[in-house]
Nanobody, 115 residues
Framework: QVQFVESGGGLVQPGGSLRLSCVVSGTIFRLRAVGWYRQAPGKERELVAIESSGGNINYADSVKGRFTIDRDNAANTVSLEMHSLMPEDTAIYYC?????????WGQGTQVTVSS
């Protein structure tokens, strides 16, 4: 069963930066697309960024130019570098694999953007 362990969240002021990390196990990571998702209170979980096994990357319009996804196939990890954070980025952030995410989700990591 695929498993995810996310870390790196925290409280940051508007305009600040954070770097999230996720360790993936239980799958052949290098053969899968991997993405970051987020869920804000009272909202549906949404895709933030996704990188294919071949390195093609797509971002949600709301984060383009501010967030960068990067995978490390040797370490089975994926990171999300976030800059110019805004209060609307506040959410629990999760990683998952595949363009249709697996049913197995990690505990996520909380990102709170507030002054």
């Amino acid at each position: 069963q695929v498993q995810f362990v996310e870390s790196g969240g925290g409280l940051v002021q508007p305009g600040g930066s954070l770097r999230l990390s996720c360790v993936v196990s239980g799958t052949i990571f290098r053969l899968r697309a991997v993405g970051w998702y987020r869920q804000a209170p009272g909202k549906e979980r949404e895709l933030v960024a996704i990188e294919s096994s071949g390195g093609n990357i797509n971002y949600a319009d709301s984060v383009k130019g501010r967030f960068t996804i990067d995978r490390d196939n040797a370490a089975n990890t994926v990171s999300l570098e976030m800059h110019s954070l805004m209060p609307e980025d506040t959410a629990i952030y999760y990683c998952n694999v595949g363009y249709t995410p697996s049913d197995s989700w990690g505990q996520g990591t909380q990102v709170t953007v507030s002054s």
